[in-house]
């Protein structure tokens, strides 16, 4: 079993798998923490030395700092702290946004990128989709119904279009729903946290991305990530895209063991 630790300011990660060569690492989506790639642990770490982290409020990041919450510095941070110059980085969703910023800021730190999908800062289109969520969401929190906040995010994101809860497995919104619990626990904790945004924003700098850029996108997501994925697509040198038509926003727990094929392929033509 992985032991978790901590950075000096308070990022919990796990590291597992063979040294050689470079590191792969995890960032998870809004609606989790790195439980999320529980599923792609054990194979992947059995041929990789492999890396997934909580984002500060998520998981076990629950140390508040001290300013704004600077997502990018803290991945940064887990890279000094385990002396890894250079990584492949896989972000899901808003751990997507923040790979391909730390890629912009960073360049020499990162090897290739797979966003898995793109979100968070990769988002352009406030689509009627995306805004029916966002108010679903926000009128169910502003009454403290944390269970409904927390079943909004289930039907969106896990559930997807054209499909019941009843066509998935269930470890898979019983795994979520903890998740995001949890992230939103931290939230009330917290109160009003700001975060470091980037600038420019890096929609409008894809085309300085200097690794390559996998995209992976399912076709029950919502239409504005698909947006997401075609800009990402369209503006960042290297870029290349794939498309699962029968998943929604989580592809690595949906199909794990493709996820896992997808991944090694990409990592080792990167390398």
Do not use: K
Not at 138 to 163: C, K, P, Q, S
Request: charged fraction near 25%.
């Amino acid at each position: 079993m992985s032991t978790t630790t901590f950075t000096p300011s308070g990022i919990a990660y796990v590291r597992q798998g063979p040294t050689g060569r470079l590191p792969v690492v995890l960032l998870h989506a809004g609606i989790a923490d790195r439980r999320m790639w529980e599923p792609v642990w054990q194979p992947l770490t059995a041929q990789h030395d492999v890396v997934r982290l909580d984002l500060r409020g998520f998981g076990d990041s629950s140390t508040r700092g001290r300013g704004p919450v600077d997502h990018v510095a803290d991945v940064v941070e887990v890279l000094d702290h385990l002396d890894i110059p250079r990584c492949h980085l896989v972000g899901a969703s808003f751990g997507a946004g923040v790979a391909v910023e730390t890629a912009l800021t960073h360049p020499a730190r990162v090897r290739s990128l797979l966003l898995c999908p793109p979100g968070g800062s990769l988002l352009a289109e406030l689509t009627p989709s995306l805004r029916s969520f966002f108010v679903a969401e926000n009128e169910a929190l502003a009454r403290g119904d944390i269970d409904a906040a927390v079943e909004a995010n289930i039907v969106t994101w896990v559930v997807g279009a054209g499909r019941a809860e009843s066509a998935l497995d269930p470890s898979l919104p019983a795994a979520v729903r903890a998740m995001q619990r949890r992230a939103f626990d931290i939230a009330d904790e917290w109160g009003e946290a700001g975060t470091v945004e980037l600038e420019p924003p890096a929609l409008e700098r894809l085309p300085q991305l200097t690794a390559p850029v996998l995209v992976l996108v399912g076709g029950r997501d919502l239409d504005t990530i698909r947006d997401a994925a075609r800009r990402v697509d369209a503006g960042a040198p290297g870029s290349r895209r794939v498309d699962w038509d029968d998943v929604a926003h989580l592809p690595s727990m949906e199909r794990p063991g493709d996820f896992i094929e997808l991944l090694l392929e990409w990592v080792d033509a990167s390398t």
